[in-house]
């Protein structure tokens, strides 16, 4: 299916070539921002002008005159200097609403190879966050954007799962464990007895001493350190699962940085010996120039330590390496906050002077969350945890949900409450800008009006609801003609959705994706409000009972992109 856009530009150069214009001086055709200034808008005529020897707002005109006779466009019209605005026509507008409703991705063009995304990334042995809930959050939504568009997806959740901490940890274990707080809350035992070995560090140094040696055990593979570790990452793993099933987020691979660790020291090797790295004081580093990336001219990576030890930016090299081998992707994403900007240019120059050119690397950094003061408070009194957050979140929906539908079963009002409540929360996230910092406004985010997840939600569920108390049995499309003012601009807004998804996946901007739901959502409620649907008969009801279903459809394939789950009543 031909992107709207794509077909209007392609009739824009029939005309020019009618006209006797050059139709490669063509330039895209654009949504316009006005409605009142038609659908689609193009500037054409500006650059065809000079060539032609005419005013722009004549060359708009010749334009328009020799427009070929498509059912695409309505009408056309010249405004101000030389722009040429167009109008859908209103029987296609609804034969192609209907047929991109009924295709596959909504028209939008399939995508091939392999997109390798790396989120949400926790610490063994810790509680996640909300420092990690951007990350996994908006990783999510950019794994479904590729999915949908037809690309291989491997989603990675790269645990830190090695270094120092856990010969502290181990220390720790040995000497403070409670077994009955472990068996009750294994996590929460790991990071007390984790902060009581930083305290008791503080007046005995020796502890320090004591847990470098058992970290060198670890690492030079003791089957008891080693049994430990694997021990604290299985119960991590449980604790993170929770949180994920949650959040309905999976992930394809979940590899350690301790997956890695057998290839670094080769690896530096090789790097040293291609000319790639330098000796430099004892240690091995990457240099670089200003011809290696903006902001590198003379820094450097180090990847080995004068003792010998290997660094994250070693394992980044080694992780990007595997990833090329196993699945020879067309790119790679790292979803992390804004402070590893530097970091990530410089494994990319890195991964670049390696020779590894093909698959492009991206670091779609995002950035910092708060939570207003004396809004949430954690049992830890420190942190808090991700559990906690979507806990409140449920508290939050289940008295909106209890005031809104009373009459439905308790377990269904609190499954409601669940969906919405995590809703609300990757909503909010996601509908941020997210390379901007955001405070979380709960009254906000559960909020039935404005740009929120809950009004999402419940267009949604008004769509099912009218089907259902209309007993509309069948919610195949068939073409339509709007005739109301109201019907047009919702059918013009639903034909919107391939376009946004390709916005939103080549800018990694889910809050694109966002607005645009939001915007379908408000032109939905208008035409609720002035268009009677069930209310309707012949023609009227068979177009608004068309529009209902292509609402239910973009709003809920929209949402599942972002992670939220459509719901047929709330």
């Known amino acids: 299916m ?35 200034h038609g659908e689609y808008q193009s500037n054409s005529a500006f650059k065809l002008a000079k060539a032609a020897r005419k005013a722009p707002r004549d060359v708009a005109a010749l334009l328009a005159e020799h427009l070929p006779d498509h059912p695409a466009i309505g009408r056309t019209e010249v405004a101000g200097p030389g722009f040429l ?29 392999c997109v390798v995304i790396d989120y949400s990334s926790p610490n063994v042995a810790k509680r996640m966050h909300v420092g990690h809930m951007r990350s996994t959050i908006i990783g999510e939504a950019l794994a479904r954007l590729h999915r949908f568009v037809g690309y291989e997806v491997i989603a990675d959740n790269h645990l830190g799962d090695w270094g120092t901490q856990f010969g502290k940890l181990i220390v720790a274990w040995h000497r403070w464990l409670d077994p009955d707080a472990f068996r009750a809350d294994a996590i929460g035992e790991l990071q007390r007895i984790y902060v009581r ?49 949650r959040l309905d987020v999976s992930f394809d691979v979940v590899y350690g940085e301790s997956h890695y660790n057998e290839r670094l020291q080769s690896l530096v090797d090789e790097l040293l010996a291609a000319g790639v790295a330098a000796d430099s004081e004892g240690a091995v580093v990457v240099p670089f120039e200003k011809a290696d990336g903006k902001g ?20 980044d090299l080694a992780t990007i390496e595997e990833r090329i081998q196993t699945w020879d992707p067309v790119r790679i994403l790292y979803v992390t906050a804004h402070p590893q900007q530097l970091h990530f240019r410089q494994v990319f120059a890195a991964a670049r002077k390696a020779g590894w050119t093909k698959p ?36 939050r929906a289940r008295v909106l949900v209890d005031e809104k539908s009373p009459h439905l079963p308790e377990d269904e009002r609190d499954e409601i409450a669940e969906a919405v409540g995590v809703g609300a929360v990757r909503y909010a996230d996601l509908s941020q800008n997210p390379q901007s910092n955001i405070v979380f406004d709960w009254d906000k985010m559960i909020s039935l009006d404005g740009n929120t997840a809950p009004f999402l939600m419940y267009s949604y569920a008004r769509c099912r609801n009218i089907q259902s108390k209309g007993e509309i049995q069948d919610r195949s499309l068939v073409a339509f003609t709007p005739s109301h003012p109201l019907e047009r601009e919702l059918a013009v807004a639903l034909l919107g959705f391939p376009e946004v998804v390709e916005l939103a996946l080549g800018t990694y901007r889910a809050n694109l994706l966002c607005d645009y739901l939001f915007g379908v959502a408000k032109a939905l409620n208008r035409f609720y409000g002035d268009c009677p649907v069930l209310r309707s008969e012949g023609e009227t009801l068979a177009t608004r009972l068309a529009l209902v279903e292509a609402s239910a459809r973009v709003l809920g394939a929209g949402m599942q992109l972002l992670g939220i789950r459509p719901l047929d009543r709330m």
Request: charged share 25%.
């Open 2 to 36: 031909t992107p709207i856009p794509d077909l209007l530009t392609g009739l824009l150069q029939q005309a020019a070539s009618a006209a006797g214009l050059d139709p490669a001086a063509i330039a895209p055709v654009v949504p316009t921002r006005d409605p009142s």
């Open 85 to 113: 605005n167009l109008w859908l026509g209103d029987a296609w507008l609804g034969e192609r609403l209907a047929a991109q409703c009924d295709a596959p991705r909504f028209g939008v063009p399939a995508r091939e190879g």
């Open 197 to 245: 070995f930083h305290e008791a560090a503080k007046d005995d140094p020796a502890l320090d001493d004591l847990a470098r040696a058992e970290t060198a055990k670890l690492q030079s593979g003791d089957p008891e350190n080693l049994a430990l570790w694997s021990q604290f990452i299985d119960v991590s793993m449980i604790e993170f699962n929770t949180i994920y099933e």
């Open 296 to 315: 590198l001219a003379d820094t450097a990576l180090v990847i080995r330590k004068s003792d010998g030890a290997a660094l994250y930016g070693t394992t």
């Open 360 to 395: 492009e690397l991206e670091h779609v950094w995002f950035g910092m969350l708060t939570l207003p003061e004396g809004k949430l408070a954690s049992r830890e009194g420190r942190v808090i945890t991700l559990k906690d957050l979507l806990d409140e979140a449920h508290r």
